[in-house]
């Protein structure tokens, strides 16, 4: 049922509809499931190409198993602030590392800037982040790496001269400049390509229009991006159901 645990069968249901090419969303349709819930359980059992629906289950119950006995420590089992669900926090990070996974990010990163995200301070060290994800220094330092490459997730300095990883409102704002600046780069190569293939050659023309694409949606892109900039810096409006005031943050 909607809302429970996936079955046996569902799974064998989302194996032949992975099969079949089916998007998402439309596998989800049939079994009357969020298309969150299909892509988590997706992108954690293999991906679309290597999802098997008996290994998937077993896997499931493996965990269940090992969360059992470890109940009383974990992430799960911090104390939440604002009166949090721990159970439901711990849901929806999943949740949204599925959804950055599907974007393209492998499984560490995406962990990496979903506990950055749902942190109410934005920002964590090092040991900080590997404590909470339970895994190595390491690890942490591969995924900030690449996340402060894409202009994700900046560097600062605390009082303690330790470094914290950061994102903060300008962290979309300044990813989506870092995008357009490569699709800049595309399209200078893409006509480096039309000089020395000749300019009337088909090859070129493909290039050509392939600068030219890119040339509209980067200047697109950036336009848009700097209209809506504003939208990050704008608190919502408070709703009769959004009363309480924020605190400090715990991790």
Not at 3 to 29: C, H, K, S
Not at 34 to 56: F, K, Q
Request: proline letters at 5%; charged letters at 25%.
């Amino acid at each position: 049922m909607p809302g429970g645990r996936l079955t046996q069968q569902e799974r064998q249901q989302i194996a032949l509809g992975l099969a079949d090419n089916l998007p998402y969303a439309e596998i989800a349709r049939r079994l009357d499931r969020p298309t969150s819930t299909i892509t988590r359980e997706v992108m954690r059992n293999g991906g679309p190409t290597a999802y098997r629906a008996d290994l998937a289950h077993r896997a499931t119950e493996r965990r269940a198993h090992r969360r059992r006995p470890a109940s009383s420590r974990g992430p799960e089992s911090i104390a939440q602030p604002h009166g949090r669900d721990a159970e439901a926090v711990a849901e929806y990070e999943e949740t949204f590392t599925t959804v950055l996974m599907a974007s393209g990010l492998t499984k560490m990163t995406a962990r990496v800037l979903t506990c950055l995200f749902t942190t109410d301070a934005g920002s964590l060290t090092a040991s900080q982040l590997a404590q909470r994800l339970q895994v190595s220094p390491a690890s942490i330092s591969k995924a900030i790496a690449f996340l402060e490459s894409q202009s994700l997730v900046r560097r600062e300095r605390d009082e303690r001269r330790r470094d914290r990883y950061v994102v903060d409102d300008d962290a979309w704002y300044e990813a989506t400049i870092a995008s357009a600046r490569a699709n800049d780069q595309l399209v200078e190569t893409a006509r480096q390509g039309v000089a020395i293939l000749g300019p009337h050659t088909p090859a070129a023309t493909r290039l050509e229009n392939i600068a030219r694409f890119l040339d509209f949606i980067s200047e697109s892109i950036t336009r848009a991006a700097e209209q809506a900039r504003e939208v990050l810096h704008t608190r919502p409006e408070a709703t009769s159901n959004d009363t309480a005031q924020p605190g400090p943050d715990h991790g």
